[in-house]
């Protein structure tokens, strides 16, 4: 009775399929969620660093290798009813013992790499402006424009992205907003597109206002705004500080360590620190006002980001759409501003069991 069992458990193990398919379908999704919400704990822990006169520190995990063994072993053995005969001729029944046995063994060791970015990869990222094409590359993708264009950007043809408290700092600063709204309502009618040029070896961005229709009033404005001649409809997009040349539009944009020093305003400081700056000189830029960080002594458990400074928790709520949408924009433009140089990786040997 026990050969129809021991053959069914060795068909068992005998017919177990790979496992990296399966693997793959359920680690993949939670290795990147891993790693994404780690790295928006990251940015959320160097702006409090940056607000509080601290330099900001990038650890990538530039490597990641999932090794997994799976080991059966099986063991059978069968009962069989022997006759014996005693001295006394006497005929009795002896019954040899019976097991069948198994097991088996799962692992999984994941090997990940982190990278320290320092040196000339940390100055490309945190120090080189962001530039401009890459912007209005986001801007023609349907991201929106107090976003791609009110933060990381200093300045549109010579009208500076600035705050303050005197006149005609509050009148540029007024100006370039409205730029701002202009650009998003203009993307919202689909009357800007982007198209990219090869010139002399370089990848020229050119920004494209619809001439399908007359021009309507928004465009009139910005057009206005910025200079612009209201028969030119291809701008080639160029870095530069100033009104630039007639016919282009230049941008002046911010390094990624002036975005978080921008963003960091937010972020309250602890108790006792002396570093408070005057908000008469230095006011919070309007941009960032439904932005909100909280600090206390324990974050919630449901933060949409939480991490610790010096004793004290800073998070940011799971429900505030408008500050999750700008850090997350901060973690895009983290990601493609990143020029890191591509350095060798260690060669890591997993075994297959």
Not at 201 to 222: M, S
Request: aromatic share 6%; proline share 6%.
């Amino acid at each position: 009775m026990l050969k129809p069992a021991l053959i069914a458990v060795l068909l068992a193990l005998g017919a177990c399929s790979s496992i990296g398919p399966s693997a793959i379908r359920e680690d993949q999704v939670d290795y990147a969620d891993s790693i994404g919400h780690a790295a928006t704990r990251q940015l959320l822990l160097n702006l409090v660093r940056v607000r509080h006169r601290e330099v900001p520190s990038f650890i990538a995990v530039s490597q990641l290798v999932a090794s997994y063994g799976v080991e059966y072993r099986g063991e059978a053995s069968l009962s069989f009813l022997d006759r014996v005969t005693s001295a006394l001729q006497r005929q009795t029944l002896k019954e040899t013992g019976g097991r069948v046995l198994a097991a088996g063994s799962y692992s999984d060791r994941p090997t990940i790499t982190y990278t320290p970015v320092r040196g000339a990869d940390a100055a490309r990222l945190l120090l080189n402006p962001i530039p401009p094409g890459v912007l209005f590359a986001l801007l023609a993708a349907d991201q929106p424009a107090h976003l791609v264009l009110g933060i990381p950007v200093a300045a549109i043809n010579g009208i500076r992205n600035i705050t303050g408290t005197r006149p005609e700092l509050i009148r540029e600063g007024e100006q370039f907003r409205e730029i701002i709204g202009l650009f998003d309502a203009l993307s919202s009618e689909e009357r800007l597109a982007l198209r990219f040029v090869e010139e002399n070896g370089v990848r020229q961005a050119h920004l494209i206002f619809a001439d399908r229709n007359p021009a309507g009033p928004r465009e009139k404005r910005l057009r206005q705004l910025l200079g612009m001649d209201a028969a030119r409809h291809d701008l080639p997009i160029v870095f530069g500080l100033g009104t630039g040349q007639p016919g282009e539009l230049t941008i002046h944009t911010r390094s990624i360590i002036e975005v978080m020093r921008a963003l960091s305003q937010v972020v309250p400081l602890r108790p006792g620190f002396r570093g408070e700056t005057n908000n008469d000189l230095n006011p919070v830029d309007p941009l960032l006002s439904k932005v909100r960080i909280h600090a206390g002594g324990t974050a919630p458990a449901d933060a949409f980001a939480a991490v610790s400074h010096r004793g004290h928790s800073y998070w940011i709520d799971q429900d505030d759409v408008e500050t999750i949408e700008l850090i997350s924009f901060v973690m895009l433009l983290l990601n493609v501003a990143d020029t890191t140089s591509n350095t060798q990786l260690p060669i890591v040997t997993i075994p297959s069991n």
